[in-house]
């Protein structure tokens, strides 16, 4: 089974508590196809600069990743990320943006990638992600990832893309930024309301949640069961 995966191929520099580097291999297909890899097929889609050496390039050949559909623009550069994470690693802030080649990126899908049953778009312009989603008719299942630049940034773009897939992945932060909610099970009966199948959000150290329309319905029940929400006097505990 074949997998295309449409995302951002980037240069990063970060910086922990614990270490600092400058610039390694980034972006959201390059993390993306790399872990896909070891179980599937895979085909990336993107844009590099001049700067995307054969260094780079090997670390997808390793893999037997498909990169016939990676754009490489020769006078350009590679989209640039920076950011820092505090000591618990779990939230990351972004320090600088440079979109670069980025900016001008339309993906172009050969053929064999508009017939990928399985698509991922990853972090690129939301309006990017819904022009390939049509694209890509045919696929059985198509999941999206964002970050919150896009979120701040253009958000009726990122909701609009939202509505066209069947799975989302953000983390927490990002839900909750999205969906103007502080709780997250509200943030992701919002986000599903939108129509994708799932929401899948990470949470750093404490792994992933994944929510489902039928799973939020039943853990409200259970809820309810455990703590006899409907006895509970909410009038006279709010007057206390």
């Known amino acids: 089974m074949s997998l295309?995966?449409?995302?951002?191929?980037?240069?990063?520099a970060v910086e922990t508590p614990f270490g600092k580097r400058e610039r390694m291999l980034g972006g959201s297909a390059t993390h993306f196809g790399l872990s896909a890899s070891f179980f599937t097929d895979v085909r990336v889609v993107g844009v590099v600069g001049g700067d995307f050496g054969a260094e780079e390039m090997a670390?997808?050949?390793?893999?037997?990743?498909?990169?016939?559909?990676?754009?490489?623009?020769?006078?350009?550069?590679?989209?640039?990320w920076s950011g820092r994470y505090d000591f618990d690693l779990n939230t990351a802030h972004t320090l600088d943006t440079q979109l670069?080649?980025?900016?001008?990126?339309?993906?172009?899908l050969s053929d064999e990638s508009k017939s990928a049953r399985m698509v991922f778009l990853g972090n690129i312009q939301p309006e990017l992600q819904s022009e390939v989603r049509e694209q890509v008719r045919g696929a059985e299942l198509v999941a999206l990832d964002t970050m919150n630049y896009w979120i701040t940034t253009v958000p009726e773009q990122v909701e609009a893309a939202i509505r066209g897939v069947d799975v989302v992945i953000i983390n927490d932060a990002e839900a909750r930024m999205l969906s103007k909610e502080p709780n997250?099970?509200?943030?992701?009966?919002?986000?599903?309301?939108?129509?994708?199948?799932?929401?899948?959000v990470k949470r750093g150290e404490y792994g992933a949640a994944m929510f489902t329309h039928d799973e939020i319905n039943q853990r409200f029940r259970d809820f309810k069961r455990m703590t006899h929400f409907e006895e509970i006097p909410f009038e006279r505990a709010a007057g206390a």
């Open 100 to 108: 670069n080649v980025f900016a001008d990126f339309k993906p172009k």
């Open 59 to 80: 670390v997808f050949q390793e893999r037997g990743i498909n990169t016939g559909d990676l754009e490489r623009i020769e006078e350009g550069k590679t989209f640039f």
């Open 4 to 12: 295309l995966v449409v995302g951002s191929v980037a240069f990063d």
């Open 184 to 200: 997250l099970i509200k943030a992701a009966r919002t986000i599903l309301s939108w129509g994708p199948r799932a929401l899948v």
